[in-house]
C-alpha cells in the first residue's frame, strides 16, 4: 500500500514538500520583492524593527526572522506556526544544512531556562525526523543571555543571538541593503553574494559572527 501523502512528506527536501505540506515559503530575492532601493531599505528596516525583545510581539519577531532569513538567501519554514510542531523558524541553507531557531525575545530571564533548553531540543529532533539523521543542524536561541541554567543542557553546537549579537546582525542587515540600494545593485546577484561575504551573512559565516556559544553556568556545589 502507498504511504500517506504526509509520511511522503516527510521524507522529502524542503522544497519538494511544499506541494504536499505547505512548508516552505516560496523564496522571494530582493530583486522580486522591491521596485527600486529605497524600498528596499524601507522593507528591510520594518524587518530589522519587529525583531524586538519585546514579549507583546513574538509573533511578530518570528515572522521577520523567517523574512530576515528569505532576505539572505535561506529557503525558511516556520513549523510551530504552520503545523504546530517543530521549531519557530528553520532555515534551511543549501548542503542539507539547516537552522532551527526558538525565539525567546519575550523572555527577561538573566539565564536560559530548562524549558526553553528542552523546547530546542526537542526542535532539533523534529529537524532530524523531517528531513534526515544525516542533517547537519544548528540549534539556536533568540534570547537576552547566552548563559544557560545549570539545570539544563543544550544540544551540541547550540548557539545563541543575544541582545549584543543582534544589535550587530541587525548592522550588518542594515549595510547590507544600503549598499545594495545604490543604483538598484540589488539586482546584480554577483553584488548581492559580494556584499552577504563581506558583511558575514552567508550561511557559512553568519552564525559564527553573529551568535554566541552557548554557555552551561556551573553547578553549585552547596
Not at 177 to 188: G, S, T
Request: hydrophobic residues 40%; charged residues 25%.
Amino acid at each position: 500500500m502507498a504511504a500517506p501523502k504526509f509520511e511522503v512528506a516527510r521524507r522529502l527536501p524542503a522544497l519538494l514538500c511544499a506541494s504536499l505540506r505547505r512548508p516552505t515559503r516560496e523564496r522571494r530575492a530582493p530583486s522580486e520583492r522591491y521596485d527600486n532601493g529605497p524600498q528596499l531599505i524601507l522593507g528591510v528596516t520594518a524587518v530589522l524593527d519587529d525583531i524586538a525583545w519585546d514579549h507583546t510581539r513574538t509573533a511578530e519577531a518570528e515572522a521577520a526572522l523567517a523574512e530576515l532569513g528569505e532576505h539572505m538567501g535561506f529557503t525558511v519554514q516556520q513549523p510551530e506556526r504552520d503545523f504546530n510542531t517543530g521549531p519557530d523558524v528553520l532555515w534551511s541553507m543549501g548542503g542539507h544544512r539547516y537552522v532551527v531557531i526558538e525565539t525567546k525575545t519575550g523572555a527577561t530571564a538573566p539565564k536560559i531556562w530548562k524549558d526553553h533548553i528542552n523546547q530546542i531540543s526537542g526542535s532539533v529532533n523534529w529537524c532530524r525526523s523531517n528531513y534526515g539523521g544525516d542533517a547537519k543542524i544548528t540549534p539556536v536561541l533568540v534570547h537576552p543571555s547566552h548563559v544557560v541554567g545549570s539545570a539544563g543542557t543544550a544540544p551540541l553546537g547550540s548557539r545563541v543571538i543575544n541582545r549584543e549579537k543582534l544589535k550587530g546582525l541587525k548592522a550588518a542587515v542594515q549595510k547590507f541593503a544600503r549598499a545594495l540600494a545604490h543604483e538598484d545593485r540589488y539586482r546584480d546577484p554577483a553584488a548581492v553574494e559580494a556584499q552577504l561575504a563581506d558583511l558575514q551573512l552567508t550561511g557559512e559565516t553568519l552564525l559564527n559572527a553573529f551568535a554566541e556559544t552557548a554557555y552551561r553556568e556551573p553547578a553549585s556545589t552547596m
